[in-house]
């Protein structure tokens, strides 16, 4: 299968964050989300599966997180991997666009970019135990608000700032403000979660590495 990279670190977001895992981030999405945080997934070499299995039995992490760009696209090596290591656990990070197992992975983390995807997901999961997968949606309360009610956690969008010209700023000074942006929209959603009873889902590796890639 063609991967971006593999790389051991600490599960930063969702219903397993603070966990020790490997990633494995595969090569290649089917979308082209301008706020994307990962672009570089682009890129990447062709690896055995049966190299990839060898890599994570010698791994002493027990959790691997299958994650991209989108790691659907590769969903038969997938497969291929996980019988060959299947005493360690198995995590997906997907866009939701592409119909799933439940039984292929122990948890799936979705996170749907339209109505369109968000309704397949919803589907997908009404007989899923809820233990097994979570529907993360990136917002500000004005982007993708119309799938914040099918949510089971809610992420802010840290990636993007409005409304700040770096020409009206040196370095420092524009960092500065795109740090007070974000903060605002954390503590925005934040609120918007206590409010209406919802899991608020941080991002910790970018709050320790910033958008350092293998952390």
């Known amino acids: 299968m063609k991967v971006n990279e593999i790389f051991s670190s600490i599960q930063g977001e969702g219903a397993?964050?603070?966990?020790?895992?490997m990633f494995i981030r595969l090569s290649g999405c089917n979308r082209k989300c301008s706020w994307c945080d990962t672009k570089?997934?682009?890129s990447g070499k062709e690896i055995k599966n049966s190299e990839i299995s060898d890599i994570i039995k010698k791994s002493?992490?027990?959790?691997?997180?299958?994650?991209?760009?989108e790691p659907m696209l590769q969903l038969d090596d997938i497969k291929e991997v996980i019988k060959e290591t299947s005493a360690k656990m198995h995590h997906l990070e997907t866009n939701g666009d592409f119909n799933i197992?439940?039984?292929?992975?122990d948890y799936v983390s979705f996170?749907?970019?339209?109505?369109?995807?968000?309704?397949k997901v919803v589907r997908r999961t009404k007989k899923w135990p809820v233990v097994c997968y979570d529907i993360k949606v990136v917002t500000d309360l004005k982007m993708n608000k119309e799938l914040i009610p099918y949510a089971t956690m809610l992420m802010p969008l840290t990636t993007l700032v409005q409304n700040v010209n770096m020409s009206n700023y040196s370095r420092y000074d524009y960092q500065e403000q795109i740090d007070k942006e974000n903060k605002k929209n954390e503590q925005k959603v934040w609120?918007?979660?206590?409010?209406?009873?919802?899991?608020?889902?941080?991002?910790i590796h970018t709050q320790i590495w910033g958008v350092s890639r293998g952390k």
Not at 101 to 105: C, G, R, V, Y
Not at 111 to 119: E, G, H, L, N
Not at 191 to 203: G, L, S
């Open 60 to 69: 002493d992490k027990n959790i691997v997180v299958w994650t991209g760009g």
């Open 191 to 203: 609120d918007y979660c206590v409010k209406n009873n919802i899991r608020f889902c941080p991002r």
């Open 101 to 105: 197992e439940l039984i292929t992975f």
């Open 40 to 42: 570089y997934h682009t």
């Open 111 to 119: 996170s749907p970019k339209d109505m369109k995807a968000m309704k």
């Open 16 to 21: 397993y964050s603070g966990y020790p895992a």
